[in-house]
C-alpha cells in the first residue's frame, strides 16, 4: 500500500469517510520555537458529515517504538487550510507532550 492509500485508510477508519486525493501542498508552520517542515497531502471527503475536506500527513514521532504516525485533521473552522491544520497540531501537541 502506498503513502496516498495509507492516508486514505487512516481517514476511513478515524474519521469514517471516503477520501479523494486532491493536491500535495508543502508546509513549514512554527508555533512557540516548534517548527514542523513537510508535505501535507489534501483530500476531499464524501460521506461524513460535518467536513468536505481532510488533511493527512505522517509525522516522525520521538518514541523509538513507533517511528512514525499519521495525523488527518478535518477542514472544520478554524483549520481551513493546510497551514492551519499544522499548526492546530503544533499547538495540541504543546498542551500535551
Not at 43 to 50: A, E, K, M, N, T
Not at 53 to 61: G, I, L, S
Not at 67 to 78: D, F, G, K, M, N
Request: aromatic share 4%; net charge negative.
Amino acid at each position: 500500500m502506498n503513502h496516498i492509500e495509507e492516508l486514505k485508510q487512516a481517514i476511513r477508519e478515524l474519521h469514517g469517510a471516503e477520501a479523494i486525493h486532491v493536491r500535495t501542498v508543502p508546509v513549514r508552520e512554527t508555533h512557540q520555537g516548534n517548527t514542523r517542515e513537510g508535505l501535507v497531502e489534501v483530500f476531499d471527503l464524501r460521506g461524513h458529515s460535518q467536513a468536505k475536506r481532510a488533511y493527512a500527513w505522517t509525522d516522525e514521532t520521538e518514541n523509538p517504538d513507533k517511528e512514525s504516525r499519521q495525523v488527518t485533521v478535518l477542514h472544520i473552522y478554524p483549520v481551513t487550510s493546510p497551514e492551519a491544520a499544522v499548526k492546530s497540531t503544533i499547538e495540541q501537541d504543546c498542551r500535551n507532550p
